[in-house]
């Protein structure tokens, strides 16, 4: 009987952390998230970011060019070593192409609004900072060490004419895809503003607070694990992510080829979504009080002003393939983020809290050894990082190992390491992966300085340290290298 009880425990906590996720984080947060990398995808040509990755392109251009690239192209885990392993064999230099592989899934624009949502925005302003900064440090020592590797992949490849040739990206397209931004920023910002509520309207019906005592007892809170429990407006919203699901799997499965009834109503629903998703709305003793907020108003005029600029500045064909490309990553992410925090919210029931402090308590250089070690061995599918992340931090790990497993995670998985291999070779991989374990660990120890409180002006100064002993790493062996060419030159 206690087995069979603890089992029930475990399978409420899965359902109640997988629920009040439906209801509280894809909303607002990952259904925008999702047009986003679809317009992202399908909008704007590869070409017009890649042109810039060739080995003898300046570098000033270069490495800030193939860091963008990674959120412009919105690559995740899963689909960053297909275009690391194209871009290489097309000619890019290894360096930028190191730097586009270590950077695309940190910055992905579902990794970092889900983060930032779910986990907090300083976790997510450091893993893009961070990535970025140390990522291109990796590519430019990686170019250094392999130095004539590269040269002679360039003139194989002939990359700088590769590159040469791009497609701009029309004006219209960039208004399109700053809307969408928009619609993500106005559902997940969190200021006054948005916020506040601006007027109130009650629905009768006494049913509202009974339901939502039954909720509580499906579903308790428990905010030692991090569920949030369920409400009435999360039902509904519920609700309507399952009608969504149903309409699209007949209106978007082949709009590639046209639309047809359902997908204009799938499109509804979604607006319908986001819509009603922005009241606020609370079960009261006589009924629901609904709450017109500012957010409402911002998405109101925001998913407007998107489906307007849909219809009037692109083509048929253009919208299909965007609606295409958004439900593909719809697809591919969403079961798969559905188990990950389903089996998340049972491992917080699991997994004694003790161990995880014991382990990544507090900032040490160990500790985050530890949660780069784990991204290694333990991969997880594109956003489901997050919510085991999250699992991690409501047991005790200090947000600095967060950090660093939310870095090596995408990474440094074992499979990642195994293609890598296939592109560019042992060696190469070896000093990728020391270069990324190295790396991720100090970025974590330097977040975790911060939210320790240590100084920000202490951050910055071993930022900038580590930054300049990257450097003259990087000269010292660039030095070496060219006394080695030399010596050799003058031997023959």
């Avoid at 060019?65 to 899963?78: E, I, N, P, T, W």
């Avoid at 609606?323 to 049972?346: C, D, H, N, S």
């Avoid at 580590?466 to 062996?477: E, H, P, R, T, Y």
């Amino acid at each position: 009987m206690n087995v069979l009880l603890h089992i029930i425990y475990l399978l409420q906590t899965g359902m109640g952390a997988l629920a009040a996720y439906l209801a509280a984080h894809v909303l607002l947060c990952l259904l925008p998230a999702f047009f986003i990398a679809g317009a992202l995808s399908a909008l704007i040509p590869k070409e017009a970011i890649t042109k810039y990755l060739g080995r003898d392109a300046p570098k000033w251009i270069s490495y800030p060019a193939s860091a963008l690239g990674g959120f412009v192209l919105a690559v995740c885990s899963c689909t960053i070593m297909p275009l690391f392993a194209s871009i290489h064999r097309k000619g890019a230099g290894l360096g930028p192409a190191i730097t586009f592989l270590f950077v695309g899934p940190a910055i992905n624009i579902l990794a970092i609004s889900f983060t930032g949502v779910q986990i907090g925005m300083d976790i997510a302003l450091a893993r893009i900072v961070l990535s970025i900064v140390f990522g291109i440090g990796i590519g430019w020592l990686m170019a250094i060490l392999f130095r004539k590797d590269d040269e002679a992949h360039n003139s194989e490849t002939n990359g700088s004419r590769a590159f040469a040739q791009g497609a701009k990206v029309p004006a219209h397209t960039w208004v399109f895809f700053l809307l969408l931004l928009g619609v993500l920023i106005a559902g997940t910002l969190q200021i006054g503003l948005l916020t506040n509520t601006f007027a109130t309207f009650s629905l009768p019906g006494a049913w509202a607070s009974s339901f939502q005592t039954w909720l509580d007892g499906v579903v308790p809170p428990d905010p030692a694990l991090g569920i949030e429990g369920v409400s009435v407006h999360g039902v509904l919203l519920i609700g309507l992510l399952i009608a969504i699901g149903v309409t699209a799997w007949f209106g978007l499965n082949t709009v590639d080829e046209g639309f047809n009834t359902w997908t204009y109503v799938a499109l509804a629903l979604v607006t319908l979504t986001l819509l009603v998703a922005s009241f606020r709305v609370v079960a009261a003793g006589d009924g629901l009080s609904v709450g017109i907020t500012g957010k409402l108003i911002a998405e109101l005029a925001l998913i407007a002003a998107v489906w307007w600029t849909a219809t009037k500045a692109f083509e048929a064909h253009e919208v299909q393939e965007w609606l295409w490309e958004t439900w593909r990553f719809v697809k591919q992410i969403i079961p798969l983020l559905i188990v990950g925090v389903f089996l998340a919210g049972m491992a917080r029931a699991i997994v004694p809290g003790t161990w995880i402090r014991a382990i990544a308590g507090r900032n040490t250089w160990w500790a985050n050894l530890v949660g780069v070690l784990f991204g290694v061995f333990m991969y997880f599918p594109t956003l489901v990082e997050v919510p085991i992340a999250q699992t991690f931090l409501s047991l005790g790990m200090h947000r600095g190992p967060l950090l660093a497993y939310l870095l090596a995670d995408p990474e440094l998985s074992l499979q990642s390491i195994l293609i890598t291999n296939s592109v560019i070779g042992k060696g190469k991989t070896a000093a990728y992966v020391v270069l990324v374990t190295v790396f991720s660990t100090l970025s974590g120890l330097l977040f975790g300085a911060w939210v320790n409180g240590t100084n920000a002006w202490a951050i910055i100064g071993g930022t900038a340290a580590g930054i300049a002993a990257i450097a003259v790493l990087g000269l010292f062996l660039g030095s070496q290298g060219k006394q080695r060419e030399t010596a050799a030159a003058r031997g023959n």
